[in-house]
């Protein structure tokens, strides 16, 4: 597998090579060869995320520590790829606007959601904007999510939903 970071973003599935909900092992020789460069850069996120940060593909990569999915990667400044042909970082948020395509900004997320498109959110180039930061607002990362598994996981994590029923439902049979 090879990453890209000309390659087009599909929302909640693929971005730069990467498929959501596939196994970060799968990517360990990429990951080892960045950190061979000193390009990667990894922490922990939410309580069962690890965050890695490819700093010469200008991605991020959530995973699950519980599961070793991949569940949600961003496109940061300097990626090249693009979502529906032509948005991208930098994109004028306005000219997303002047599209009609549904994008509205969620407060509590600090991102741009639409209903027509799941699994993906245009974040805006300024944390937590004021009203009248929105006609100059850019997109300054793009991100894809599986949000049935991200709402799954944290029923699971609530005991709203059985560990046991979570991980047939994501995870490869291990027997």
Do not use: C, Q, R
């Given at each position: 597998m090879e990453l890209?970071?000309?390659?087009?973003?599909?929302?909640?599935k693929s971005l730069g090579g990467i498929q959501l909900l596939s196994e970060v092992g799968s990517y360990w020789s990429l990951l080892r060869e960045e950190k061979s460069k000193l390009q990667l850069d990894y922490h922990q996120g939410e309580i069962h995320t690890v965050v890695y940060a490819l700093k010469s593909k200008f991605m991020e990569i959530n995973v699950d520590v519980r599961t070793g999915l991949i569940y949600k990667v961003?496109?940061?400044?300097?990626?090249?790829?693009?979502?529906?042909?032509?948005i991208k970082i930098g994109t004028p948020m306005?000219?997303?606007w002047e599209a009609e395509l549904d994008f509205d900004y969620d407060d509590a997320e600090m991102g741009f959601f639409s209903a027509r498109f799941p699994g993906i959110s245009l974040e805006p180039d300024?944390?937590?904007p004021l009203e009248e930061d929105f006609p100059s607002l850019t997109v300054g990362a793009?991100?894809?999510?599986?949000?049935?598994?991200?709402?799954?996981?944290?029923a699971a994590a609530a005991g709203r939903m059985s560990w046991e029923d979570f991980k047939k439902h994501f995870c490869q049979d291990e027997t």
């Open positions: 890209d970071i000309h390659a087009d973003i599909v929302a909640g961003s496109a940061l400044p300097g990626y090249a790829g693009n979502f529906l042909g032509w306005p000219e997303v300024i944390i937590d793009i991100t894809i999510a599986d949000p049935e598994y991200i709402k799954k996981a944290n």
